[in-house]
């Protein structure tokens, strides 16, 4: 069964737009990490946020917002007022700590049109 | 710029053939992870390893193993290549002897097997 669920393959917005990219992850354990990471054209992975199961407040980074909900296991984020180098492919990803793994969702890729 | 080294940037070998790639971690990291990145199979998490023992497998052929070494580097060994083990690896490094930190991620090597 998928761990990390990422329904949009592909997003396309105009700049100055917000979007939001969507996470939906599975686990039975009480204790568990949610990330987010961008992979940009260059290719290399850039770590952007992590949560732990017991904190479900809501993060604001610049223009970046995370909304973690654990009753709808949804690990949303927010990207406000985007801009042309937001363009990338967004992971979310799970830390479980049964057998300590670490799952990545399949990748939502953004394009922003200038 | 992570900190962390990967070699080589690019491989191309036979099918048949075994390669060996490289990481380095970041300064004071003891953790190191190894990912693979395929368009079919997506980001998946292969092995981890701290301060020298193994520490997570995930979904790691039994052709492909790993180790790490006493000065931290690791080596990924992948043995009697096929096409579908083209793709791109990723190395990781983090201080956390689990999965449930940030993790800093390498610029991959791209392997193609012909």
């Known amino acids: 069964a998928q761990k990390v669920t990422q329904a949009q393959t592909e997003i396309s917005v105009v700049e100055k737009e917000d979007v939001t990219l969507d996470c939906v992850y599975e686990t039975r354990d009480t204790t568990y990490y949610l990330f987010w990471y961008k992979q940009p054209p260059s290719g290399e992975l850039v770590f952007l946020i992590r949560r732990n199961s017991f904190d479900e407040q809501n993060e604001i980074s610049g223009r970046y917002s995370w909304n973690f909900q654990k009753s709808t296991s949804s690990f949303n984020f927010t990207i406000t007022a985007s801009q042309v180098v937001d363009s990338a492919v967004y992971f979310c990803?799970?830390?479980?700590?049964?057998?300590?793994?670490?799952?990545f969702g399949t990748g939502t890729s953004l394009t922003v049109i200038p | 710029d992570s900190g962390v080294t990967q070699t080589p940037k690019h491989l191309i070998t036979a099918t048949g053939q075994r390669v060996t790639l490289r990481c380095s971690p970041r300064?004071?990291?003891?953790?190191v992870y190894w990912y693979q990145q395929s368009l079919d199979q997506g980001l998946q998490f292969l092995i981890q390893y701290y301060n020298g023992e193994e520490r997570a497998k995930g979904n790691i052929l039994e052709r492909f193993s790993a180790q790490q070494f006493p000065d931290l580097h690791s080596e990924l060994n992948l043995s009697s290549l096929e096409l579908g083990d083209s793709a791109l690896y990723f190395c990781?490094?983090?201080?956390?002897?689990?999965?449930?930190?940030?993790?800093?991620f390498g610029p991959g090597t791209r392997l193609t097997v012909l």
């Open positions: 300064s004071g990291d003891l953790s």
């Open positions: 990781a490094s983090s201080d956390a002897s689990g999965t449930y930190n940030e993790q800093f």
């Open positions: 990803a799970l830390s479980q700590d049964t057998g300590n793994q670490f799952y």
